[in-house]
């Protein structure tokens, strides 16, 4: 195929498929809008829809036992300044550990209930601080693994 019969072959689907050959417009979630089955996969039998955004960050969901979390951002170039709350849920046999941002096995996570000691840690996402956890930091998260402390 020659480049002009290129050119033609796509303008033609241009013209006949619109911009949907070339683009996807993308939906965003809604705060607790989970996909089908997630819930199940977490083991809750119901969501308590409590936790609200206030900066932006990781942040795991206290009132449902950690297995779920919540990426809070302010949109770059957002007029309005309006925080947007995406909501995820762990696997099977995890929850989300606040100290490390992430979901590990149920085991191996800090108490859930010690989460909100550990917020400030979103600060650190910028890139900017030398080391995310720090010689403190660590201590602080294995007295809050109630598993470490038996060892």
């Not at 996909?35 to 990781?58: D, H, I, M, W």
Request: glycine content about 6%.
């Amino acid at each position: 195929m020659d480049f002009i019969t290129y050119c033609r072959f796509l303008f033609l689907s241009l013209l006949l498929f619109g911009d949907a050959s070339v683009a996807r417009t993308r939906t965003r979630r809604a705060a607790y809008d989970l996909p089908a089955g997630a819930l199940e996969a977490t083991g809750l039998s119901q969501v308590k829809r409590v936790f609200k955004c206030s900066e932006n960050g990781y942040f795991a969901d206290v009132a449902n036992d950690c297995k779920l979390f919540h990426i809070c951002a302010t949109p770059v170039g957002s007029e309005k300044k309006e925080m947007t709350q995406s909501t995820m849920a762990c696997g099977a046999s995890q929850r989300f550990d606040q100290s490390k941002l992430k979901c590990v096995a149920d085991a191996d996570a800090i108490a859930c209930k010690a989460s909100p000691d550990f917020f400030y840690l979103n600060e650190r996402i910028d890139g900017q601080s030398p080391a995310f956890l720090g010689p403190s930091d660590v201590d602080r998260a294995k007295n809050a693994r109630p598993d470490y402390r038996a060892r």
